[in-house]
């Protein structure tokens, strides 16, 4: 389709439309995870990922590949927000976060392997159909993962959540469960919740902006999700202007970042939250600055700081879940942090049309990546420290607290 020169800006709404389809995944998929669980809810998103994937291979006009990539980025997101509450809800409280950090993990093999096999497969189509093609792989384990347990508890499925516990609740070698015991435990479990809901206050995303330190808390969260998705996907949009083999740099931006993870979780178990944070946004914004002075006569130093820039922005979306998740009372906790996703889709959105601006350089998206950074890292100076406190329950205990 020729989408270069005057025709580079419908590559960027094919882009946008599917980090609109993300958004939406985001909300719709949380809904529906909470509805029918989230075993379904996977396995769901899985199908029309594939089928909407392997689809677009075959589209024969932009508006049939602008609602598919839509689909793709749909499901996507579905898939990874059902996927992630259900192995928390596997998860003892004990082994929580390093169970929330291990899974970003993940990712880093997944992008290599996509720049391993768009090395060797060069045809967008067939490149597009290969990688869709893979998560079929994922119904092969339908057998092997079990609805969540705690979605049946709260779903008034006792029954099953007492076959799904006696059958994996026991460790290798151990005795069998006590299901007389297992029983109680689940009606005790149950009865807990019903009590809790009937005296539950009634919260809307509106209570995010209804008291002083809550608006503030909010509308900084707000702007550092929004940039840290808008710098995070724009650091991938734009790596092909970077010196160097676009695959060898793609492949090192994502290898470097599993033992940084390790480093940054350090640093915020031990100096707290704010610090490192601050630290990690404000030198992805001086990053991606220091790139205007070393782009034209440097252009490998360029691609060093590049990497650099995108490793510590990449870490940040890992930072900024643990950090909005203790901001926010227990009340408003996934409010909160669905308020914070919707942002960061809005940066996504914009990402494609700032990366890929016709008739000018790179200077232009770094500018606009360093400074948004540059401010996000001085607003979130203003977030109170979160590291060992008490998890307030109510909108009052936040603003009591000082």
């Known amino acids: ?5 005057d025709r580079a800006h419908i590559a960027a709404s094919l882009q946008s439309c599917f980090f609109s389809g993300m958004a939406v995944g985001s909300l719709l998929g949380g809904l529906i995870s909470d509805a029918f669980g989230r075993r379904l809810c996977m396995f ?9 994937g392997v689809a677009a291979s075959f589209a024969d006009c932009l508006s049939l590949l602008g609602l598919l990539r839509f689909c793709i980025g749909f499901s996507l997101a579905s898939f990874m927000l059902s996927s992630y509450i259900y192995m928390i809800e596997l998860i003892g409280p004990q082994y929580r976060t390093m169970g929330g950090q291990i899974s970003h993990v993940f990712y880093s093999p997944g992008y290599c392997l996509t720049a391993l096999i768009g090395y060797f497969v060069r045809d967008w189509r067939y490149l597009n159909m290969t990688c869709c ?3 079929a792989f994922f119904f092969l384990t339908w057998k092997v993962f079990p609805e969540s347990a705690r979605w049946l508890i709260a779903n008034n499925r006792l029954d099953e959540a007492l076959q799904v516990l006696s059958r994996y609740g026991s460790r290798s070698g151990s005795d069998p469960v006590d299901l007389v015991a297992l029983k109680e435990g689940i009606k005790d479990i149950r009865r807990d919740q ?8 009634r919260t809307s995303i509106l209570d995010l902006l209804r008291t002083r330190k809550l608006r503030k808390r909010t509308l900084i969260l707000a702007f550092n999700w929004f940039v840290v998705a808008l710098v995070h996907f724009g650091f991938y949009l734009y790596v092909t202007s970077l010196a160097g083999n676009v695959y060898v740099n793609f492949v090192i931006m994502n290898s470097i970042y599993i033992p940084h993870l390790f480093f940054c979780w350090f640093l915020m178990h031990r100096y707290g939250r704010r610090f490192p944070y601050s630290s990690y946004m404000l030198s992805a ?4 600055l220091l790139i205007l002075a070393v782009f034209k006569a440097y252009p490998v130093g360029a691609t060093v700081l590049a990497i650099i820039g995108k ?19 227990t009340i408003l906790r996934n409010t909160g ?4 996703s919707m942002s960061a889709r809005l940066g996504g959105i914009l990402a494609p049309y ?5 008739g000018v350089s790179l200077t232009l998206p770094v500018t606009i990546f360093g400074v948004s950074a540059v401010i996000a890292g001085i607003l979130s100076l203003w977030l109170p420290e979160t590291r060992y406190i008490t998890l307030p329950q109510t909108i009052e205990e936040v603003e009591t607290v000082k």
């Open 133 to 135: 093609l893979l998560p």
């Open 337 to 340: 942090i669905g308020a914070g």
């Open 311 to 329: 490793t510590l922005i990449t870490t940040e979306f890992s930072n900024i879940y643990l950090f909005t998740s203790e901001l926010y009372p």
């Open 354 to 358: 700032i990366s890929q601006l016709p």
């Open 1 to 5: 389709w020729n989408l270069i020169c």
């Open 194 to 201: 019903i009590e809790r809901e009937q005296h539950a206050k």
């Open 285 to 288: 914004g001086a990053a991606s």
């Open 44 to 52: 769901l998103s899985c199908g029309i990922l594939v089928i909407s």
